[in-house]
């Protein structure tokens, strides 16, 4: 009896420590509040919900669904900026002057001169056709950045959009990029800047960002004097991966947007925050941190506020009852007398097996959670766990074996990508941690004992280069490099 009070109190006090933990990291906190009251200068406006693409144009949204979205952004912005002049059965200008919102008009540019002279001419209409609404036509966005346009050539295509329309005619590119093809600020009549200072080559934290920005605007107007200087890109993700110390986050994000808004209002910066709305489509070129950018989430849920506390997770109370009701499964097997605890065993295995799936397949989607998938993933954990239920103990080690070897090779497969090209890649920390240790606990991995020390020393230069990568500030990579080391580890000593 006395074993199992203390046994009881034991979980009871395990149960009190993890919602302590949940609540330290979601509860809400402090940030000093706006002092501005005056509407947002422009945001990026792109109208896809959640399944919608623009890589697939049978997916494009509504014209309700857009009509809605402006609706809900008038009186907070003055204006919206696109990026192309083609695409969905709408005409938005239209639909922007009803709301009573301004457009920035942007015409997408890239290497396919075809598409190029299509968005030209389709811009050049919509700022003739809408000239009151459209303020300023905007032609190619980070072309010089990503290649896909020589300078020359550039040049020529603003000069055909300027000699077209009466709006002022602007280029955008990341302020970099300005400051190496000075020549082209004479074929425009704004020069449109980008100053991302969590995407900086060397990444600038959420609370001294908007002194960066004010610096960077002031070598700007230092090195083209007389040029109207237009901030066109803006913000910080509420998720995703650190950057060096440059941490996302609801919490940052707001302190970010608090004070650069009333830095911007002070200064009368012309600017445009990226962006309304969250876009889930980015994560397949961006991660997960190119989904979250927005002061709305995609279902339209306001994550901004000029007031008040900050929840650093909104969803921390769902989040603490999953992991108490896992605990309580866990408990509830691991509780039953000695002879009993083969049947706990396997549902640990069970366990072990959907977090492998789970990890499989966030790591072939690049990390996209959409329902059809999570639903797959519990599909096959209650396949696994009824398999593993009905498996004897010598079935359930040879398989468990075979789980740990697989783990071993996909916790290699998600690694080495984030070791290699890290700017745009979430770290794997949870399928590390939630399914990698299960897999692994009290298990020899399958297979020759050579192929366990290539995926050993394999993981270990990966914790290494993720570490460097992140730096000393960048406490999730250190973190995600530990638990590597864990593995490499543990294939170490097996493969000895």
Same mark, same amino acid.
């Given at each position: 009896m006395a074993g199992r009070v203390r046994s009881?109190?034991? $979980?009871?006090? #395990?149960? +009190? !420590?993890?919602?302590?933990?949940? %609540?330290?990291? #979601? /509860?809400?906190? @402090?940030?000093?509040?706006?002092?501005?009251?005056?509407?947002?200068?422009?945001?990026?406006?792109?109208?896809?919900?959640? #399944? *919608?693409?623009?890589?697939?144009?049978?997916? %494009?949204?509504?014209r309700a669904q857009v009509a809605a979205d402006l609706a809900l952004l008038a009186g907070k912005t003055r204006a919206i900026r696109t990026y192309g002049a083609i695409g969905g059965a709408y005409d938005l200008p239209a639909l922007a002057r009803a709301a009573g919102l301004h457009v920035w008009q942007g015409i997408w540019l890239s290497a396919d001169a075809a598409a190029n002279a299509r968005e030209i001419a389709a811009g050049i209409a919509l700022a003739r056709a809408h000239p009151h609404t459209i303020t300023r036509v905007i032609v190619g966005n980070e072309v010089l950045l990503? #290649?896909?346009l020589t300078e020359p050539a550039l040049a020529a295509m603003l000069d055909r959009v300027r000699a077209a329309v009466r709006q002022p005619v602007a280029y955008a590119d990341v302020w970099e990029f300005w400051a190496k093809n000075?020549? !082209?600020?004479?074929?425009?009549? *704004?020069?449109? +800047?980008?100053?991302?200072?969590? $995407?900086?080559?060397?990444?600038?934290?959420?609370? =001294?960002? +908007?002194? /960066?920005?004010?610096?960077?605007?002031?070598?700007?107007? *230092?090195?083209?004097p007389g040029k109207p200087i237009v901030l066109g890109e803006t913000g910080w993700p509420s998720r995703g991966h650190w950057r060096g110390a440059a941490a996302p986050g609801r919490v940052a994000q707001t =302190? @970010?947007?608090?004070? @650069?808004?009333?830095?911007?209002?002070?200064?009368?910066?012309?600017?445009?925050?990226?962006e309304a709305f969250d876009q889930h489509w980015k994560v397949a070129t961006e991660g997960s941190v190119g989904t979250a950018w927005g002061l709305w989430s995609a279902d339209r849920h306001a994550k901004f506020s000029r007031t008040g506390p900050v929840a650093r997770d909104p969803d921390w109370p769902l989040h603490a009852a999953l992991a108490l009701a896992l605990a309580a499964l866990l408990a509830a097997f691991w509780d039953r007398p000695a002879g009993d605890r083969s049947h706990g065993r396997r549902v640990l295995l069970a366990c072990a097996a959907g977090g492998l799936l789970v990890a499989a397949d966030q790591a072939l989607a690049a990390l996209a959670f959409t329902p059809a998938r999570l639903a797959l993933a519990a599909l096959a954990l209650a396949g696994q766990a009824g398999l593993a239920i009905t498996l004897g103990r010598a079935q359930a080690r040879r398989l468990h074996a075979w789980l740990a070897l697989a783990f071993l090779v996909l916790a290699l497969a998600v690694s080495v990508p984030v070791a290699l090209w890290p700017r745009y890649r979430d770290l794997p920390t949870p399928l590390l941690a939630l399914a990698g240790l299960a897999a692994l606990a009290g298990t020899v991995p399958a297979g020759p004992r050579a192929i366990r020390a290539v995926l050993a020393a394999g993981l270990g230069a990966s914790a290494c280069a993720i570490a460097v990568h992140g730096g000393l500030a960048d406490r999730p990579a250190w973190l995600c490099a530990g638990l590597l080391l864990v593995l490499a580890g543990a294939g170490a000593r097996r493969a000895a």
């Open positions: 009881t109190a034991g $979980w009871l006090a #395990g149960a +009190v !420590l993890l919602l302590l933990a949940f %609540w330290a990291r #979601g /509860h809400a906190v @402090f940030v000093p509040p706006m002092r501005s009251t005056a509407p947002i200068e422009s945001l990026s406006y792109a109208p896809f919900r959640p #399944g *919608q693409s623009p890589l697939a144009p049978a997916r %494009w949204p509504s990503r #290649g896909d000075p020549a !082209l600020a004479a074929h425009v009549d *704004q020069m449109m +800047v980008h100053v991302l200072p969590y $995407w900086e080559n060397h990444p600038v934290p959420a609370d =001294r960002a +908007v002194a /960066h920005i004010a610096r960077v605007l002031a070598r700007m107007a *230092q090195e083209f =302190r @970010f947007l608090r004070a @650069f808004l009333d830095r911007a209002a002070a200064a009368h910066w012309d600017y445009n925050i990226i």
